[in-house]
């Protein structure tokens, strides 16, 4: 077999960091997730605010938790990264279009940037198509 066929290295430190990285973004997925089906007052009172309806909820729920499902699974994470990058980023313009603190705005933003660089540590193909130059 030649060195060309076997899957690069990752190493261990490389890998666990990654999987932290990633997990931190993924448990704040699936509490919005979650929160959007049970639709507690602060859900509502929220959509409100964000000119949404109560019946978009659930689907917003489907898509989020569903984009996050791949994302977790390791032979789908890179496009479970791309779904969550779109999806973040509608949330981003959401916050910024009804003029919320730039707190608000740029939350989405870093979560997409923890998503990615999540899996940049943990995925070495990813890694060989976004090198560092040194």
């Known amino acids: 077999m030649s060195d060309s066929t076997l899957p690069p290295v990752n190493p261990k430190w490389m890998t666990w960091t990654g999987w932290v990285l990633s997990v931190l973004p993924v448990l704040m997925l699936v509490m919005s997730g979650v ?40 032979q789908t994470a890179v496009l479970g990264a791309i779904l969550l990058t779109g999806y973040l980023g509608g949330a981003t313009a959401t916050h910024l279009r009804v003029g919320d603190p730039i707190g608000q705005i740029i939350t989405p933003v870093i979560m997409g940037v923890v998503v990615w660089l999540g899996l940049y540590l943990r995925e070495p193909r990813l890694r060989a198509l976004i090198p560092w130059r040194r």
Do not use: N, W
Request: proline fraction near 5%; charge should be negative.
């Open 35 to 74: 929160m959007k089906i049970r639709q507690p007052k602060e859900v509502v009172e929220g959509f409100g605010h964000l000119g949404y309806s109560m019946d978009s909820a659930m689907v917003l729920a489907v898509i989020e938790l569903g984009c996050t499902l791949i994302y977790v699974i390791p």
